[in-house]
Nanobody, 123 residues
Framework: AQQLVESGGGSVQAGGSLRLSCAAS????????MAWFRQAPGKEREGVAT????????YYADSVKGRFTISRDNARKMLYLQMNSLTPEDTAMYYC????????????????WGQGTQVTISS
């Protein structure tokens, strides 16, 4: 069966770092754009970062540019998000997603979604 399973979330203080992982079992990951999205209570789902199938292109939301880094390992079927200089505004449920569309951060460009991992940043 195909699954996307996120891990690495947790609670840290402002200024700290976390690395999220997404295990994409059952997918030929080299065929898909992979992306991270997040959603905070009462807020719209927000695209955070996306990466091309061949690992050559990345795109970030302005809110995280310079702080977050997306990467992938197709051989291991893994997606990562390194998050540095975290602030309380980064608190959200973070989701891994796969899609065949281009480097877009629109949620409707992605077909497959994980269940999310919670990130909580305290002041």
């Amino acid at each position: 069966a195909q699954q996307l399973v996120e891990s690495g979330g947790g609670s840290v203080q402002a200024g700290g770092s976390l690395r999220l992982s997404c295990a994409a079992s059952g997918y030929t990951t080299g065929l898909f754009y992979m992306a991270w999205f997040r959603q905070a209570p009462g807020k719209e789902r927000e695209g955070v970062a996306t990466i091309s199938p061949d690992n050559s292109r990345t795109y970030y939301a302005d809110s995280v540019k310079g702080r977050f880094t997306i990467s992938r390992d197709n051989a291991r079927k893994m997606l990562y998000l390194q998050m540095n200089s975290l602030t309380p505004e980064d608190t959200a449920m973070y989701y891994c997603a796969l899609g065949v569309r281009g480097a877009t951060l629109a949620p409707d460009g992605y077909h497959y979604w994980g269940q999310g991992t919670q990130v909580t940043i305290s002041s």
